[in-house]
């Protein structure tokens, strides 16, 4: 039933820290995180540890556990042998704040860029109809619980920080799509899922998919399509004419993208 | 004092859950400068937990349903403690308030013909939950966040900064209410947990949207932000607390794991269709319907199976009854020795309902189960039981504009009292959130505008007090583990002030909580002031502590059992009971109860009920003042309002 396990989790803040070991009781049914906050409660009452519901619903206790992107709520223990020491580490991508905490700050400024939902201004309070099939596609992409894991593990910004300005990363781009394929929204989100957020740059290694806990299928039924879309404009033969005589004129309903172009 | 940050703004919202975004959104509107403040990050508030739907009587099911339907109904779920005129401007106001978050692009699941599809709940005449599968709470607050965004968008350019109106303050914890030397408010103190920086928040009107107390019990489905700080802030800058003694077990949460004991199984498992079943796999529900319910429930297993298809022709399934009592009958079996193996009880879906279809309409209790318990829920039954909730207490406010007895103090959502009176039906708080958070952003902004260009100036010596109680934990050594304090009032709240209560635990309970306050007093944390989780507890521990006294002591003074507060020596409710609101205050530090009147029901709102049904809660000198009217049918009222 109890054992005893070992833990090494990262101690220390603002880039400077090393693993601490240390020696918890593991009861039976546990999760990573019921560990953590024993050992918060008897031996490191300091332990800086993120986290809200612990019932994988708000995507605040985002890690990385023997080396894999989780949440300390949803990783049983059980899925690790007794004798086997937990390597408890921050968030690689993101900065540490201390221990376990990072600054995901990155991540809110993606979202204030993203232009908003754009519906159709002549309809009403209560009149919008849409049918369950149209809304069930954006409404997978709306389970997302903004845990990051996604950000975190996708490699064209975990190793290539340079990258951070031009690409919003799985789940902006996810967002993106979310709203080009909401059936109320009549914005043409094409241009610029491609120019300003670096769709391109995604080359499709379904990590993100891989490690989202809300399994979401975040590479097959958001970046896939949305790229489709953004080819179906740029091969246009009138579009390739026109960029091939002037700047490339933007689609149509094209929305401005906030702090970068109007 | 020059290590405290200044901030000035108009309005300041404490809390970014559904009411606090709701209420800052508004504030906006009105063209305050607004601060929300975020205990966690942006978009994590306990908001995101509630599962079942946003109930408003929109109709889109069953043209029969209109607000004075669904006023009804909350009435009845509150056992009539309700404050009545909330409970008005709730059902009235709660369509517009869904259908503005499709404005704003929310995704609710659709009927057939393309409006937004309502789901039967408990307590509610009709299915009126507008949903998202079960997670509406996360549709809803995401969309209130991105409703935030889009101001900020908008705001950056007419002001060149997208913060310039409306700015989100993550991780930030308020430790006081900071007034002036008139008593109004004049400020918010506290600290950002990141760096550990004290900041006044230097404004004339505060909104508290800071949720619940569930923190205060041990097995609870609540978020550790739950620590009733608004609750206590309010208490501390002088406003009233209402129907403390009143607080909500839900009947379904997991039982096994032991660690994830109070993770909430919601209510919509029974309204699609799941059943409560003993060890002897009885439908014991039948059993547990009381008298005041006993016209409007199904008798029969056959005929509350045929509800399901037929609702006009068959009364309701009883494990549709309001929250309290099936939360009551689950207890008692599990008393009676016809529990689970892990001391709940069996509800089941899987016999209910095909497994293509349970994935469809429950998709996170599946994955909750199969992750945690290693239960498949569309074969087997799940084990659950009761645990805290929701607190239906909360500060006393003006119903109209949320402004409490503080002048510029105001409060919305689950930390404001009387709107759910001694029990709220599920789905009303989603939409007490919306419909209460604007009002109160109303009441706000229109309080700044009555005040003119002189604002209230922030008394210093509160201020210097503030940072001194603020750091004193960090300063003491040697003091109380504030984790092994918290666990202790927790073991002692769910103990001897849970389901149910007796005046001898209650006493007990209150001279335990006597001797925390003091340890809790003396807790100190070791490390720094930047992100440090023992100093966060032991500020926090002040509130806890204030919460647990104010449920003990209010739930001793009501002798009577009623809603969310009932009492083994005191069984069922007492009409004279119903004319009395228990009141919270503080005096000196001591927690004072007093009695007052509630307020009586309006004339044309009686006039919704059957005298009859009234009678099982008015005392006969009030059933003199009723006119003996006709209950007015729900069709008719429906000609009405169409």
């Not at chain 2, 000035?8 to 404490?14: Q, S």
């Not at chain 2, 106001?93 to 009927?111: H, I, N, Q």
Request: include cysteine.
């Amino acid at each position: 039933m109890a054992y005893n396990a070992a833990l090494r989790v990262w101690r220390g803040d603002h880039g400077q820290g090393e693993l601490a070991p240390y020696t918890v009781e593991v009861n039976e049914g546990e999760v990573v995180l019921d560990v953590l906050h024993r050992l918060q409660a008897t031996q490191a009452g300091d332990l800086a540890i993120r986290w809200n519901c612990k019932a994988g619903k708000c995507g605040s206790c985002s890690m990385e556990i023997n080396g894999r992107p989780r949440l300390a709520c949803m990783t049983r223990m059980s899925t690790f042998a007794e004798d086997e020491v937990l390597t408890i580490t921050p968030l690689r991508t993101f900065p540490v704040i201390r221990d376990l905490v990072t600054d995901v700050s990155f991540n809110y400024e993606k979202a204030r860029q993203i232009p908003s939902f754009t519906p159709d201004p002549s309809v009403g309070l209560g009149e919008f109809r849409m049918q369950q099939v149209d809304v069930q596609r954006s409404q997978e992409f709306r389970k997302c619980i903004e845990c990051y894991l996604c950000q975190n593990v996708c490699h064209v910004i975990r190793d290539h920080p340079e990258n951070e300005r031009p690409f919003a990363g799985p789940r902006f781009l996810m967002r993106i799509a979310e709203l080009a394929m909401h059936p109320a929204d009549i914005a043409d989100r094409r241009d610029i899922a491609q120019d300003d957020f670096g769709l391109g740059y995604c080359n499709i290694t379904k990590c993100c998919t891989e490690v989202c806990p809300e399994h979401i299928k975040i590479t097959d039924n958001a970046l896939i399509p949305m790229k489709e879309r953004v080819a179906d404009r740029k091969y246009d033969p009138l579009v390739w004419l026109g960029s091939k005589i002037s700047r490339r004129p933007r689609a149509e309903g094209t929305p401005p993208v906030p702090g970068k172009r109007a | 004092m020059s290590d405290i940050e200044r901030l000035p703004y108009e309005v300041v919202v404490i809390g970014a859950g559904g009411s606090g975004l709701r209420a800052a959104i508004e504030a906006r509107l009105a063209g305050k400068r607004t601060a929300v403040i975020s205990k966690s990050l942006f978009g994590k508030a306990h908001t995101v937990m509630a599962e079942g739907g946003c109930a408003a009587a929109m109709g889109n099911m069953n043209p029969n349903d209109n607000w004075m339907v669904h006023f009804r109904d909350t009435m009845r779920g509150g056992k009539f403690l309700n404050n009545h005129r909330m409970a008005e401007l709730h059902a009235k106001e709660a369509p517009d308030r869904v259908y503005e978050l499709e404005a704003w692009g929310a995704l609710f699941d659709r009927t057939k013909d393309g409006k937004i599809s309502q789901r039967n709940f408990g307590g509610h005449e009709y299915p009126r939950l507008a949903h998202v599968g079960d997670r509406t709470g996360l549709e809803m607050i995401r969309t209130l966040q991105q409703k935030v965004v889009a101001l900020q968008q908008e705001d950056a350019v007419a002001h060149g900064d997208p913060e310039a109106m409306i700015k989100v303050y993550a991780e930030t914890t308020i430790t006081r209410l900071i007034k002036d030397g008139e008593g109004r408010i004049a400020g918010a103190f506290g600290y950002i947990r990141e760096t550990g920086q004290f900041v006044l928040f230097q404004a004339p009107t505060v909104i508290l949207a800071t949720g619940g107390i569930g923190k205060t019990f041990k097995v609870s489905s609540n978020s550790w932000e739950y620590t009733g700080d608004g609750h206590a802030l309010a208490l501390l800058a002088g406003a009233k607390l209402i129907n403390m003694e009143f607080v909500q077990f839900h009947p379904t949460h997991m039982v096994w794991p032991i660690s994830v004991r109070g993770l909430l199984v919601t209510e919509s498992v029974r309204g699609d269709g799941g059943v409560l079943r003993n060890s002897e796999g009885r439908r014991y529900m039948f059993d547990y319907v009381p008298d005041v319910f006993r016209s409007q429930y199904a008798e029969t297993e056959e005929e509350a199976d045929r509800w399901y298809s037929d609702p006009d022709h068959n009364r309701r399934p009883p494990e549709l009854l309001p929250r309290d009592e099936v939360a009551r009958a689950n207890n008692a079996e599990v008393k009676a020795g016809r529990g689970s193996p892990h001391g709940g009880v069996f509800l089941d879906i899987a016999s209910r309902l095909p497994a293509e279809e349970i994935l469809k309409r429950l998709p996170s209790m599946y994955h909750q189960f199969k992750e945690l318990a290693d239960v498949d829920i569309t074969k087997e039954p799940m084990e659950v039981g009761p645990a805290q909730h929701y607190v239906m207490g909360g500060v006393e406010v003006d119903p109209d504009t949320g402004e409490s007895a503080v002048p510029g103090l105001f409060a919305a959502g689950e930390v404001s009292g009387g709107m759910h009176g001694s029990n709220r039906l599920g789905g009303n708080s989603l939409s007490d959130l919306l419909v209460f958070g604007r009002r109160a952003g109303i009441g706000a902004a229109e309080y700044v505008d009555r005040l003119g260009p002189k604002l209230p100036v922030p008394d210093e010596g509160e201020v210097e007090a503030a940072q001194a109680e603020a750091l004193a934990p960090l300063q003491r050594t040697g003091g109380e583990n504030p984790y092994s304090v918290h666990a202790e009032v927790q073991e002692t709240m769910s103990n001897l002030v849970g389901i149910i209560r007796t005046e001898a635990e209650i006493n007990q309970a209150m001279a335990e909580l006597e001797q925390l306050r003091e340890r809790a007093a003396t807790a100190s944390a070791a490390g720094g002031s930047a992100y440090n989780p023992g100093w966060h507890l032991a500020l926090d521990l002040r509130n806890i502590m204030l919460m647990a006294q104010c449920v003990a002591a209010a739930a001793l003074a009501r002798q009577e059992s009623r809603g969310g507060h009932t009492r083994d020596d005191y069984p069922g409710m007492r009409p004279e009971w119903r004319k009395i609101i228990l009141a919270c205050a503080l005096d000196g530090d001591k927690i004072a109860i007093t009695r007052q009147p509630n307020p009586p029901m309006r004339a044309d709102l009686v006039a919704l009920f059957d005298p009859a049904e009234l009678k099982r809660y008015l005392t006969e000198e009030e059933m003199a003042t009723v006119p003996a009217v006709p209950i007015r049918s729900a069709s008719a009222v429906h000609e009405e309002t169409h």
